[in-house]
T-cell receptor, first 114, second 108 residues
């Protein structure tokens, strides 16, 4: 399996606190993505990165920021967590943006905002 | 309107049965189509691509109807291990769009 790990795996945090989720890859893939998954919804793209320091917004980016200072790490930050951000967060990597093939997902982070 | 819509199920079937389900997509310019499988509390994994001519992978058959904008998945001779949520996924403009999934439970 592709080397992609997410941390933490589970987190409970209080409303209004900042939270950072980490995605780490060992595949040297250029493209990295953050999705959230909620009941009744498919995975929805939050932000993605197409290289170091190159990021762009997805469809549900409000309340989230990202950073990518190294190829292997893509961080997702909730600046001030809200209960609506309780979700399962998946990171994904792909070698090329020009193809739908070759996406690999991390194991997910379950975030609960209380 | 959601880009990809699926019947959430659940589809409860006995071992050995055939089960089939569809999804519809709204963007007629969608370029590629897939079925992903997601086990409970796990990450999605690619099950198979879907081609216009239809394609099989063992007990799994996928079909694409571009005119009606729907994709189907058929599972023959269901196994207990087929119990999962099946995600319909379409590709357009360098992005994947996911359906919410169809849950299949195979019982002994």
């Amino acid at each position: 399996d592709a080397g992609i790990t997410q941390s933490p795996r589970h987190k409970v945090t209080e409303t209004g606190t900042p939270v950072t989720l980490r995605c780490h890859q060992t595949e040297n893939h250029r493209y990295m993505y953050w999705y959230r998954q909620d009941p009744g919804h498919g995975l929805r793209l939050i932000h993605y990165s197409y290289g170091v320091k190159d990021t762009d917004k997805g469809e549900v980016s409000d309340g989230y920021s990202v950073s990518r200072s190294k190829t292997e790490d893509f961080l997702l930050t909730l600046e001030s967590a809200t209960s609506s951000q309780t979700s399962v967060y998946f990171c994904a990597i792909s070698e090329s943006q020009g193809t739908a093939y070759g996406y690999t997902f991390g194991s997910g982070t379950r975030l609960t905002v209380v | 309107r959601k880009e990809v819509e699926q019947d959430p199920g659940p589809f409860n079937v006995p071992e050995g049965a055939t089960v089939a389900f569809n999804c519809t997509y709204s963007n007629s310019a969608s370029q590629s189509f897939f079925w992903y499988r997601q086990d409970c509390r796990k990450e999605p994994k690619l099950l198979m691509s879907v081609y216009s001519s239809g394609n099989e992978d063992g007990r799994f058959t996928a079909q694409l109807n571009r005119a009606s904008q729907y994709i189907s998945l058929l599972i023959r001779d269901s196994k207990l291990s087929d119990s999962a949520t099946y995600l319909c996924v379409v590709w357009y403009d360098y992005k994947l769009s996911f359906g919410a999934g169809t849950t299949v439970t195979v019982r002994a």
